[in-house]
Nanobody, 118 residues
Framework: QVQLVESGGGLVQAGGSLRLSCAVS????????MGWYRQAPEKQRELVAT???????YYADSVKGRFTISRDNAKRTVYLQMNSLKPEDTAVYYC????????????WGQGTQVTVSS
């Protein structure tokens, strides 16, 4: 069974930094794409960033230049380095592992809270 365990969330002042981690159990990590999503209160979940198995990354416009997604296949872990944080970055951040080609799969972590104070 695949499990995703996120860590690294917390409270930070505007302009500060946090690094989120997501550790994945199971052997599917190397063939999967990874993503970070976030959901603020009373808002829909939105994509923050993704990284493919080969390392190519995509970022939402709202975080481009401030956030960096990376992965360590040996540790089966994906990271989200968040710099220059803003109050509007406050949300629960979710880790996602997925693959759209056969074998297809899509799993989610439990989420970690990030709160940015002004």
């Amino acid at each position: 069974q695949v499990q995703l365990v996120e860590s690294g969330g917390g409270l930070v002042q505007a302009g500060g930094s946090l690094r989120l981690s997501c550790a994945v159990s199971g052997s599917i990590f190397s063939i999967a794409s990874m993503g970070w999503y976030r959901q603020a209160p009373e808002k829909q979940r939105e994509l923050v960033a993704t990284i493919a198995s080969g390392g190519s990354a995509y970022y939402a416009d709202s975080v481009k230049g401030r956030f960096t997604i990376s992965r360590d296949n040996a540790k089966r872990t994906v990271y989200l380095q968040m710099n220059s944080l803003k109050p509007e970055d406050t949300a629960v951040y979710y880790c996602n592992i997925f693959r759209t080609l056969t074998p297809r799969f899509d799993y989610w972590g439990q989420g970690t809270q990030v709160t940015v104070s002004s």
